[in-house]
């Protein structure tokens, strides 16, 4: 048994050199049928290697990609989490130190404004302009009775006073600001979680092959023929390998325009996030900008309840009795006092957002190009190919030679002419198209989250481990949006894949009827 074999990585035992079969080979079907050391068995078990060794080495390559996208997804959801309670936290000691039971009384206000921003985080089903008109409305109902305590207000009247909160502005320019900071920093928050949980998702199914039987036997052509002619130390040329990874990878590499785009896309809101939609610049203080939204209240409001009473109508007082009582009950005269510096929590998930952001954009910039290089550096792994400087003495499918053939495009539509792989160009492949179509579709949330627009979100689920992307659905139970695939991956998907639009022509009604399959079944989830 020559030395080299056993290091071949096979578990099985080759029967034909342990009978020392050495001759014709026309018993073959994919080897060269020359002289040979090879029996059937051998070349059939060589062919089922081949396979694992080319979905082992993609799943390495892919694998890698996946784990990174999914920890900054991770970090970023419990950053976002935590930095939220954190905001919430810091109000409630601070108003309960400064306002004591009146806040007490009245925290329940609060706390819905801190659970719709979660839910918002969560789920996406929260309009938050309306959310915090709401809230400010509400707020002004509760500081025109403290601060008007001598009379009787109904529900009614109350309810007329909170439709004088945009033209009495009795809060100052703070909800405005306050409104235009929120959105646009949540907003962009959480669409940025989503796209790296979107990232995660659509590397790890794509990850998956299964080569078909064209693709299989030109892999054990490349890989283990050369063993069946006592070559076992000799490694497939490197142009000979990119040509028939080319050919295996065509499907995945129709990603790469999209995935770019998706990747330039994240760049965008990232910036964002190191500036003036900095999350976290707008949560931090978001206890004194409230506080001086109240003190501007307390401030005006003489002027505040006069133009009330002439636009709703003058208030019953209350009995002589009830007045001294509500007026000690209501007593509002505390100022607010920030934190000091020193006083501040700990910065969320022991980490900052421009740390984050600054790491996941080194990590956006390394992965752009990703599916069409991976045929490249497929081939790079020592174990798959020669060196590009070996040359002369690699295996070229035949012998020991040079590999002459040119090395074909990338992507479903330039393998018509690959010589090593032959690729059905007319098909695309289902679950491919569906990650063309997510990344399309979060390439366009991402662009409207940079301008500052709110975003219609359901929530990604994790399906490895029930966290939901987004927020990790920790709050409740979401919803997927983006099940990407419509079968499980098949033997066929390997080329089953839609071209671009210069491919064939006979692939067009094809891929129309697929396209508009595939936009009936995401508008049915995205509902």
Not at 20 to 34: E, F, M, V, Y
Not at 281 to 296: F, L, Q, R, T
């Amino acid at each position: 048994m020559p030395a080299g074999f056993r290091t071949s990585r096979r578990s099985w035992s080759p029967v034909g050199w342990e009978a020392g079969l050495r001759g014709p080979g026309d018993h073959l079907k994919i080897c060269p049928q020359g002289y040979t050391c090879c029996s059937q068995e051998m070349e059939e078990k060589y062919s089922l290697q081949s396979k694992d060794d080319f979905k082992s080495v993609v799943s390495e390559q892919c694998n890698h990609l996946q784990a990174i996208f999914a920890s900054r997804y991770k970090k970023f959801d419990e950053f976002f989490k935590e930095l939220l309670e954190n905001a919430e936290k810091s109000l409630n000691d601070m108003f309960v130190k400064t306002y004591g039971r009146l806040y007490m009384q009245n925290s329940e206000l609060f706390k819905d404004l801190f659970g719709e921003l979660k839910r918002y985080y969560v789920a996406g089903s929260v309009n938050l302009e309306e959310m915090l008109s709401d809230f400010w409305a509400r707020l002004l109902e509760r500081m025109f009775r403290l601060v008007n305590s001598q009379y009787h207000f109904t529900d009614e009247y109350l309810e007329c006073v909170s439709k004088y909160t945009e033209q009495l502005k009795p809060f100052g320019d703070v909800p405005r600001k306050l409104k235009l900071q929120v959105t646009r920093a949540f907003v962009a928050a959480r669409t940025f979680a989503q796209g790296l949980a979107v990232a995660r998702d659509v590397v790890s199914k794509v990850s998956v092959v299964n080569p078909t039987a064209q693709c299989t036997h030109a892999l054990l052509k490349m890989i283990y023929c050369s063993h069946c002619q006592g070559l076992v130390n000799v490694k497939p040329c490197y142009n000979y390998c990119s040509n028939i990874m080319r050919g295996c990878l065509a499907n995945q590499g129709d990603l790469d325009f999209e995935w770019n785009n998706f990747i330039d896309a994240m760049l965008m809101v990232a910036e964002r996030l190191e500036g003036p939609f900095n999350i976290e610049s707008v949560m931090d203080p978001i206890d004194v900008k409230i506080s001086d939204a109240i003190m501007n209240m307390q401030e005006n409001s003489v002027q505040v309840s006069q133009k009330v009473f002439q636009g709703c109508g003058p208030p019953k007082p209350l009995p002589a009795g009830r007045i001294s009582r509500s007026i000690s009950e209501g007593a509002f005269s505390a100022r607010f006092r920030p934190y000091h510096p020193e006083e501040r929590p700990t910065t969320a998930a022991g980490t900052s957002l421009d740390r984050l952001v600054t790491d996941v954009k080194e990590k956006l910039k390394q992965a752009k190009k990703f599916w069409s290089s991976l045929p490249s550096n497929v081939c790079s792994d020592e174990r798959m190919a020669a060196g590009n400087g070996n040359e002369d003495d690699c295996w070229n499918g035949k012998g020991k030679s040079r590999y002459l053939f040119a090395v074909t495009g990338n992507g479903l539509a330039n393998q018509g002419n690959n010589p090593e792989v032959q690729v059905d160009t007319s098909k695309p492949d289902i679950l491919i198209l569906r990650q063309i179509m997510a990344l399309r579709v979060m390439t366009s949330k991402m662009k409207n989250a940079y301008n500052g627009n709110d975003v219609d979100f359901f929530d990604i689920s994790d399906e490895s481990s029930g966290e939901g992307s987004g927020s990790g659905c920790e709050y409740q139970q979401c919803p997927s949006e983006f099940e990407y695939n419509v079968t499980d991956h098949s033997g066929k998907n390997a080329n089953d894949k839609a071209s671009s639009p210069g491919a064939l022509v006979g692939a067009q009604p094809y891929l129309l009827a697929v396209f508009c399959i595939l936009l009936l079944v995401m508008q049915r989830e995205w509902r």
